[in-house]
């Protein structure tokens, strides 16, 4: 029979892994609408919102689960009708709004993460291995966590055999994303496949150089996990796309000035709750930790 503080001991580490997930907030501070889309990874449900519109200076918070792992990214140029169907010229997911399980078509900046369960660290990465098409940070709110993504317009400097051109006039127009190699020459020494498919024989290519050049931290090709991948235990990771105008380096990594930790009503929306009856999860789940600690104590005497 197992013993009264290994029982205790498994209690609360079950209790709290059950109850306390991770918070993503993805916000737009791109001067234009972007349409961000998730994809959870296999074995992991798919978050509460697969694919959503966002205007310019809103933010959305979306929560998941522990374990769960998947990616993020955002859409442009995009146009639905009412029942969700339509396209969108970079980052597209299968003609839909929700992309329900589809992923992002390349080209397109991805944030990924895999949270761990309990004590487990987390591990993320923001990636430009299969293209780039909007500037992309990845904050997680702890102390001691590094912030990574690729902050720089890469559209700007896009070698022209990568360059994607947009629609003629308004926002679509120029360059609107700049693919990978491997995309634009479909070759296995681009792509790290056939003879190519391990770290040894598949190394930095003169077109993945441009890309680490203007983002250090984030994988430019598919081996690049040394400077790339990063761990990290936290509540809430801010997702921010085009984020050059907000943020700033310090101490060589990214972090957001404390003025845009602050939101207001007018921009943030929850997916789940509002504010007030996220505080209210919150309040009952410290009450509840209390009465579990209170039993578990009084059990022990």
């Given amino acids: 029979m197992a013993s009264r503080p290994f029982l205790i001991s498994l209690a609360i580490s079950t209790f709290f892994t059950s109850s306390f997930a991770c918070t993503f907030v993805i916000t737009n501070s791109c001067p234009f609408t972007i349409w961000p889309g998730t994809l959870s990874g296999s074995g992991t449900p798919p978050l509460p919102a697969t694919g959503f519109q966002l205007d310019s200076g809103q933010s959305i918070t979306i929560p ?6 998947g990616r993020m990214w955002a859409r442009t140029g995009c146009t639905f009708d009412v029942t969700g169907s339509g396209s969108c010229q970079t980052g597209d997911c299968g003609g839909r709004l929700e992309c329900n399980g589809i992923g992002a078509t390349p080209p397109a900046s991805l944030f990924e993460i895999t949270l761990g369960v309990g004590d487990q660290k987390d591990f993320y990465d923001v990636s430009i291995v299969d293209g780039y098409n909007l ?58 496949s056939g003879e190519f498919a391990n770290p040894t024989t598949c190394r930095p290519s003169f ?30 990771y801010n997702i921010i796309f085009c984020p050059n105008s907000g943020m700033r380096i310090i101490d060589g ?6 003025v845009e930790e602050r939101r207001t009503s007018n921009n943030s929306r929850d997916v789940s709750t509002s504010s007030s009856s996220t505080m209210n999860i919150k309040s009952l789940q410290a009450l509840i930790t209390h009465i579990v600690l209170f039993t578990l104590c009084y059990w022990l005497v």
């Avoid at 998941?64 to 792992?69: F, H």
């Avoid at 990845?138 to 001691?144: C, K, L, M, N, T």
């Avoid at 203007?214 to 761990?231: E, I, K, L, R, V």
């Fill in 64 to 69: 998941t689960t522990p374990g769960w792992s």
């Fill in 135 to 192: 500037p992309l940070a990845a904050v997680p709110r702890h102390g001691g966590c590094n912030a990574t993504g690729c902050v720089q317009d890469i559209n700007m400097g896009c070698p022209k055999e990568l360059q994607v051109i947009g629609n003629e006039g308004g926002e679509g127009g120029g360059v609107v994303a700049c693919k990978s190699a491997c995309e634009a020459f479909g070759l296995d020494q681009y792509c790290c």
């Fill in 207 to 236: 077109y993945s150089g441009i890309f680490k050049r203007a983002c250090p931290t984030a994988y430019s090709y598919a081996f690049d996990d040394g400077t790339s991948t990063f761990t990290c235990k936290a509540s809430l």
């Fill in 253 to 258: 990594g990214l972090q957001t000035p404390a």
